[in-house]
T-cell receptor
Framework: SAVISQKPSRDICQRGTSLTIQCQVDSQVTMMFWYRQQPGQSLTLIATANQGSEATYESGFVIDKFPISRPNLTFSTLTVSNMSPEDSSIYLC??????????FGSGTRLTVV | AQRVTQPEKLLSVFKGAPVELKCNYSYSGSPELFWYVQYSRQRLQLLLRHISRESIKGFTADLNKGETSFHLKKPFAQEEDSAMYYCALRGGYQKVTFGTGTKLQVIP
């Protein structure tokens, strides 16, 4: 199954700044998914990133706030823009496995101060 | 709309006791259901999926379409089972919805 490297693993950022999270997969995948897990809550899908096309955002998430890049079939980035304390969360990328189910990155724990 | 409900935030059981983590779902089509587990300081990982009807680490889960449930069960809990468990549903367009998770605490 796919192995995902995600970085940074954690960061503390000032409000108003932006952070870019990187996700590298060891095999080519068509779809990559970005999730957010706020403290004490479940995982919420932010967007689906397909190579060669615009990301598809879920309700409540917009491209200006969470721009996504997908330059090739093994890599994607998620940027959290103009951060506020409400953006403090764990951000995860994931890919669909061949045998079904999803493989997740180790997550990025973001704290906005 | 698709929805997953895990009614228990925390479930504490003694070692050797049976475990049942509850999951109910709402989806108009034919769902694909999963259980994910996250051990302390580890990443979220797939535990099992209903299609494969497998037993992983002694855990099983049966899809009950009549009750729209996919409860996770294990006859004898082990300390190493202590973790966060998430039920998830994949519906249309590969979209996956997660439940809020249940923390399983196995008491020695």
């Amino acid at each position: 199954s796919a192995v995902i490297s995600q970085k940074p693993s954690r960061d503390i950022c000032q409000r108003g700044t932006s952070l870019t999270i990187q996700c590298q997969v060891d095999s080519q995948v068509t779809m990559m998914f970005w999730y957010r897990q706020q403290p004490g809550q479940s995982l919420t899908l932010i967007a689906t990133a397909n190579q060669g096309s615009e990301a598809t955002y879920e309700s409540g998430f917009v491209i200006d706030k969470f721009p996504i890049s997908r330059p090739n079939l093994t890599f994607s980035t998620l940027t959290v823009s103009n951060m506020s304390p409400e953006d403090s969360s764990i951000y995860l990328c994931s890919v669909l496995r061949d045998v079904g189910g999803y493989t997740f990155g180790s997550g990025t724990r973001l704290t906005v101060v | 709309a698709q929805r997953v409900t895990q009614p228990e935030k925390l479930l504490s059981v003694f070692k050797g006791a049976p475990v049942e983590l509850k999951c109910n779902y709402s989806y108009s089509g034919s769902p694909e259901l999963f259980w994910y587990v996250q051990y302390s300081r580890q990443r979220l990982q797939l535990l099992l999926r209903h299609i494969s009807r497998e037993s992983i680490k002694g855990f099983t889960a049966d899809l009950n379409k009549g009750e729209t449930s996919f409860h996770l069960k294990k006859p004898f809990a082990q300390e190493e089972d202590s973790a966060m468990y998430y039920c998830a549903l994949r519906g249309g367009y590969q979209k996956v919805t997660f439940g809020t998770g249940t923390k399983l605490q196995v008491i020695p």
